[in-house]
């Protein structure tokens, strides 16, 4: 791949020309890496929520031309001026946000949230020069969230790159780049459960019931599901949800609901939704003296989160986390190796239900606007 260093790449890549209508295949120029950036082949990449989320682009800034794709899993082609720690040939993950190593953030050891490369979903050009790496016959077309993974060829901010153990199996370890390491993180590295506790999970989505796969991995003795599609819960049992709560079938509030099921309230609550009422139950769901609510969930810009005080004085602990609270270079290349020495009994392959080639990479927004997918994997060589 080293022939390729410095010079421009030619390659196929799916493009969103606008919100809401179907990618198309173009091919791409994908300029040489520049100061502390990586050019990587991506062999694997997978659909995120947050993909379709901003391909439709109902609730944010429209940015379009752009690339769109985060959650992969790929191979360094080369690397940029000042990169010390990536060749060509290693084995990473991009990731939407980052690890200057230098931040007061990055300094600590409770944050994750780096002040250079956190997450700016309307930033579409490179950190270093504020121009894009893309073009299409000398036109720029945008990035997203410093990643664009639906590229056979992308280029990231070396802070934003996980290097892994390269016997890792790409098309499955590439998931972990963003929704099921913000579930299990948000359990087992934020609210941390303990061996027969009990936990309420609120969204049983993809990242919902990694959340529910923390919650069994720390053996939690009673996994509640909440969720208005009654239809999910069957799925949920394999993540270890051991019982289920629909909103829309109870004749009272959803928090009373399962403090009567579990004494008072449940031991940790996790938020993956994003909806403010479901925020709302989540905290007020736990267990006065002990309780605490994760929030994951990212809401709308406008939403309110109310609660009467006393919720709070009779200590119930509300916390919020991003990414899981993992470090992306500090902390994904060790998740990796833990899934696969059996550390951590994590199953990667139950999120797994869907499979296309990159050709066909609208079927994958298909499957995931008719929910049906947990994960499609969009295999980059078809």
């Known amino acids: 791949m080293s022939s390729t260093a410095g010079k421009v790449i030619r390659c196929k890549a799916a493009v ?32 995120c929520h947050t993909d379709v989320y901003f391909w439709e682009a109902k609730g944010q800034n429209p940015v379009f031309p752009r690339i769109l794709g985060h959650e992969a899993g790929g191979i360094v082609e080369s690397v940029g001026e000042g990169v010390t720690d990536l060749a ?26 780096c002040s250079l490369l956190r997450i700016n979903t309307d930033r579409g050009v490179m950190i270093h020069d504020e121009k894009s790496r893309f073009t299409i016959k000398g036109k720029p077309i945008f990035h997203f969230v410093g990643t664009s ?42 609210a941390k459960p303990t061996k027969g506790s009990t936990v309420a999970v609120f969204g049983l989505g993809a990242v919902g019931l990694a959340a529910a796969e923390g919650a069994r991995l720390a053996g939690a003795s009673r996994i509640i ?28 509030p959803v928090q009373e609901v399962i403090a009567e099921m ?80 059996k550390e951590l009994d994590l199953e990667l392959e139950k999120f797994i239900t869907h499979e296309v080639p990159f050709s066909e990479i609208n079927k994958a927004f298909d499957y995931m606007l008719k929910g049906e997918s947990l994960r499609c994997i969009i295999r980059m060589d078809g």
């Open 16 to 47: 969103a020309w606008e919100a809401g209508k179907p990618l198309v295949i173009e091919e791409v120029e994908v300029a040489p890496p520049q100061k502390m950036e990586v050019r990587m082949k991506i062999l694997y990449t997978s659909l």
């Open 149 to 190: 993974t639906f590229s056979e060829y992308t280029v990231v901010h070396v802070g934003c790159v996980a290097k892994i153990n390269p016997h890792a199996p790409l098309d499955k370890v590439c998931i972990l780049s963003c929704g099921i390491s913000t579930g299990l993180g948000a359990t087992l590295n934020v």
């Open 88 to 113: 060509p040939g290693d084995h990473v993950l991009p990731v939407f946000t980052g690890e200057c190593k230098e931040c007061a953030h990055c300094k600590s050891e409770e944050s994750n949230m």
């Open 225 to 252: 599901g909440v969720d208005l599609n009654s239809n999910r819960f069957e799925q949920s049992k394999k993540f270890g949800v051991t019982e289920f709560v629909n909103p829309k079938e109870c004749d009272k």
């Open 262 to 341: 579990i004494d008072g309230g449940v031991d940790r609550s996790i938020e993956c939704t994003g909806h403010v009422d479901a925020m709302i139950s989540a905290f007020e769901c736990v267990h006065d003296g002990w309780g605490v609510a994760v929030l994951v969930g990212v809401p709308h810009k406008d939403a309110v989160f109310k609660t009467h005080p006393m919720n709070l004085l009779n200590e119930r602990t509300l916390k919020g986390t991003f990414f899981g609270n993992y470090k992306p270079r500090s902390d994904l290349p060790s998740l990796v190796e833990k899934y696969m020495t």
